[in-house]
C-alpha cells in the first residue's frame, strides 16, 4: 500500500520561505508522477505543481510560478516543494499526491492522482 507523508510546514512571516517534503513508501518511486495541491481555508483545492517521474519536467500554477520550486530525489523517495517570497494567500494545508499509472514519457499531470498524504499547514503572517 502506497503511503505520502508531508513535512515542512509552519508558520513563516510574509516574503520568507519554507520548503516541504513529501516522502513516499510501498511504491517504486521511479515510476511514480507526483504532483503538490493545496487548500486555503474555505475554498477548495488547487493544484499548485507537478514533477515528472525522471524529474526532467515540471509544471506550475500561475500564482506560484516564479516562487515555489518542485523538484524530486529518487533515491529518498522524496519530492520537496521549496516555496519562497511566501505572500497570505499561500495560506493552506499543502498535500502532495501521486500515481504509478504513468509512462517515462508523460507530461507533469494537474489531475489523475491516486494516492494522497494527509498534509502539512503552511500560514502565512502578513
Known amino acids: 500500500q502506497v503511503r505520502l507523508v508531508e513535512s515542512g510546514g509552519g508558520l513563516v512571516q510574509a516574503g520568507g520561505s519554507l520548503r516541504l517534503s513529501c516522502v513516499a513508501s510501498?511504491?517504486?518511486?521511479?515510476?511514480?508522477?507526483v504532483g503538490w495541491f493545496r487548500q486555503p481555508p474555505g475554498k477548495e483545492r488547487e493544484f499548485v505543481a507537478a514533477?515528472?517521474?525522471?524529474?526532467?519536467?515540471?509544471d506550475y500554477a500561475d500564482s506560484v510560478k516564479g516562487r515555489f520550486t518542485i523538484s524530486r530525489d529518487n533515491a529518498k523517495k522524496t519530492v520537496y516543494l521549496q516555496m519562497n517570497r511566501l505572500n497570505a494567500e499561500d495560506t493552506a494545508l499543502y498535500t502532495c499526491?501521486?500515481?504509478?499509472?504513468?509512462?517515462?514519457?508523460?507530461?507533469?499531470?494537474?489531475?489523475?492522482?491516486?494516492?494522497w498524504g494527509p498534509g502539512t499547514q503552511v500560514t502565512v503572517a502578513s
Open positions: 510501498g511504491t517504486t518511486f521511479s515510476r511514480y508522477a
Open positions: 514533477i515528472t517521474r525522471s524529474g526532467s519536467t515540471t
Open positions: 499526491a501521486g500515481t504509478s499509472r504513468t509512462i517515462l514519457t508523460a507530461p507533469p499531470r494537474r489531475t489523475g492522482y491516486d494516492d
